[in-house]
Nanobody, 123 residues
Framework: QVPLVESGGGSVQAGGSLRLSCAYKNRDYHMGWFRQAPGKEREGVAAISPADGTTYYADSVKGRFTISRDNAKNTLSLQMDNLKPEDTAIYYC???????????????????WGQGVQVTVSS
């Protein structure tokens, strides 16, 4: 079992910042953040590899979001800066035993998912 427990989120005005956290148990897993807006497909936001910490970002969040992990504390984080109304969604933490870098957004690689936290950005 790789239970994932998310925290953080909330409401903020455009241009503001929020930080999401996710507690995980298995340090060997690739970790990712996904989001799902009403009426839309769940999409990948960012991911990070377990060993060398290689990071991956969706084009829509590059330069604004930063994913990081602290294996000593078993915590995954997503720092979100310069938030935009289009970032409004439920954000999910996810864990994958394996993925190829080019496929980090493929939800089929992710074995475990958190319950999701709401992020709302007002204009």
């Amino acid at each position: 079992q790789v239970p994932l427990v998310e925290s953080g989120g909330g409401s903020v005005q455009a241009g503001g910042s929020l930080r999401l956290s996710c507690a995980y148990k298995n340090r060997d897993y690739h970790m990712g953040w996904f989001r799902q807006a009403p009426g839309k497909e769940r999409e990948g936001v960012a991911a990070i590899s377990p060993a060398d910490g290689t990071t991956y970002y969706a084009d829509s969040v590059k330069g604004r979001f930063t994913i990081s992990r602290d294996n000593a504390k078993n915590t995954l984080s997503l720092q979100m800066d310069n938030l935009k109304p289009e970032d409004t969604a439920i954000y999910y933490c996810a864990a994958a035993s394996f993925f190829r870098g080019a496929n980090w957004m493929d939800k089929r690689f992710y074995n475990y998912w958190g319950q999701g936290v709401q992020v709302t950005v007002s204009s």
